[in-house]
């Protein structure tokens, strides 16, 4: 018990200061849109204490990832989120991947590392392995980079506009992708992927797909997930009768996309 605890400390008494601070997320708090109560910092000491084996699973990837140089990248207690939508799927929030996938996790990191926080600033991991039967469930691609535990996918934790975010890492990325085998993908809001894999591109808004194109090739299509939903258009005003009214309904504009990344 005294070893569990003292691994709780190492992996858990830093993770407040390696987030975004306690003030922002009421201003700016991206990752709120994906992670529920479970997901979080509490949720993860609840399921790091559930199950004795976890302390010595998390050492382990945490020491592999500092024996190749990228550990405290990214928080570990973040990389070892699953899918969003764990509880939907009857899943664990957390999971230790398989250690003969870990190699992709240390490529993907120095990526990050290299190219993606120098792009857009600290960034919050809301979902990176998914074992393969939680990946059908989420809606992952059939060949989802998440199942090797090459993919994380992300949401910047410094305010920016979504146009801002994509300029910036696409620039990183036609300079420097292909030298990672970096995919870099973009879902709805502020989430976007990033992987080991291959070097391509997807899921490109309009307004920055002339200057940052998707390349994207058939082959990759059962890799890369679902495409971006398409924006929903205004719903029109009601058609106002000749005839004199005492009052008219305000018209309410269509809503905004809420659709959720796989």
Same mark, same amino acid.
């Given at each position: ?8 400390? !190492? ?7 390696? =987030? ?7 201003? @700016? ?7 529920? /109560?479970? %997901? ?10 559930? +199950?004795?084996?976890?302390?010595? %699973?998390?050492?382990?990837?945490? +020491? ?11 928080? =570990? @207690?973040?990389?070892?989120? #699953?899918?969003?939508? @764990? ?14 996938? @870990?190699?992709? &996790?240390? %490529? =993907? ?44 996918? &992300? ?5 920016? =506009?979504?146009?801002?975010? &994509? ?18 993908? !973009? ?9 080991? &894999? ?36 205004? /719903? ?10 005492? #009052? ?15």
């Amino acid at each position: 018990m005294r070893t569990i605890g003292i691994a709780l400390l !190492f992996f858990g008494a830093p993770l407040a200061a390696q =987030t975004a601070p306690a003030a922002q997320p009421a201003v @700016w708090n991206p990752a709120a849109q994906y992670i529920s /109560a479970g %997901q979080d910092e509490p949720g993860y000491r609840q399921w790091y204490l559930a +199950d004795p084996s976890r302390a010595a %699973q998390v050492r382990a990837f945490n +020491d592999y990832l500092a024996s190749g140089q990228v550990a405290g990248v990214l928080p =570990t @207690w973040q990389l070892l989120r #699953t899918a969003s939508s @764990w509880k939907d799927c009857g899943s664990q929030p957390f999971e230790v991947p398989p250690s003969e996938e @870990w190699p992709h &996790m240390v %490529q =993907t990191l120095r990526y990050v590392r290299d190219y993606v926080i120098p792009a857009v600033g600290p960034v919050e991991p809301v979902s990176a392995y998914r074992n393969p039967t939680l990946n059908v469930c989420a809606g992952g691609a059939p060949e989802s980079a998440h199942k090797l535990d090459s993919a994380i996918d &992300m949401v910047p934790l410094h305010p920016m =506009t979504r146009e801002a975010m &994509m300029r910036s890492l696409c620039g990183n990325h036609s300079e420097h992708g292909a030298a990672y085998s970096a995919g870099l993908g !973009f879902y709805a809001f502020m989430r976007f992927h990033v992987d080991s &894999m291959k070097f391509r591109r997807w899921n490109m808004d309009p307004a920055v797909a002339a200057e940052c194109p998707p390349i994207i090739h058939p082959e990759d299509v059962a890799s890369v997930g679902q495409p971006l939903p398409a924006p929903t258009a205004p /719903a029109p005003l009601p058609a106002i009768s000749a005839a004199p009214v005492a #009052t008219l309904p305000n018209a309410a504009p269509g809503g905004a996309n809420n659709g959720q990344p796989h």
